[in-house]
């Protein structure tokens, strides 16, 4: 493993989550989760000593978020229905004021968090509040590095394959395998500043 890497996760004890948690400590890494439920966590790696569990929930306004993204390389959000990852500039953490929650603000936060897909309205469609977001990102957020996945889950059952970046062609995917293609595009230079779908490749 060329660098040792640590990753926040926030939805730590979701579908999407727990599986890269899963990998992250696999390979190697260090694992910062921010949980409302550490017992929630995977039984298997709740006491790997790479995993750091914050109980606690994003949107506690007391929660130190100077801390939380202390010493961290790369971020996910897989929270319910969101699926953002985020990684540090090369000079650090950027400094910023606002609280990580408060996505509705004009000036959002550095972390993202409010990237949003939602299969509501079927798996093709978007909120009017992605288009909000996504012109934030591509016009204010250049600064930093960033990736969103616009994920399609159906299952939590077994890998169906490899979810490959896509522009148009869109797959429903389990949530091994979204994780898989999460922990690699955070780390694939390639993927920044890119929001695309994913599909399964061709065997």
Request: aromatic residues 6%.
């Amino acid at each position: 493993m060329a660098h040792r890497a640590t990753f926040l996760v926030l939805g730590a004890t979701g579908g999407t989550g727990k599986h890269f948690v899963i990998q992250a400590l696999q390979d190697g890494h260090k694992v910062r989760a921010l949980v409302r439920t550490p017992d929630k966590l995977p039984s298997e790696v709740r006491d790997n000593k790479d995993l750091q569990i914050l109980q606690g929930s994003i949107t506690d306004d007391t929660l130190d978020t100077d801390g939380l993204v202390a010493g961290v390389d790369y971020r996910l959000d897989a929270r319910g229905r969101e699926r953002t990852t985020t990684r540090q500039d090369q000079h650090g953490i950027r400094e910023e004021a606002d609280p990580l929650h408060a996505a509705t603000q004009r000036q959002l936060p550095w972390l993202l968090w409010a990237i949003r897909y939602t299969v509501a309205r079927g798996y093709g469609g978007q909120h009017e509040d992605n288009e909000v977001v996504h012109e934030y990102l591509t016009t204010e957020a250049k600064d930093i590095e960033w990736s969103v996945h616009l994920a399609g889950i159906g299952s939590d059952g077994p890998s169906k394959g490899t979810l490959e970046r896509s522009e148009t062609q869109f797959s429903i995917g389990t949530h091994k395998d979204c994780a898989a293609y999460n922990y690699r595009t955070v780390m694939d230079p390639s993927a920044v500043h890119t929001c695309q779908f994913s599909h399964y490749a061709r065997k």
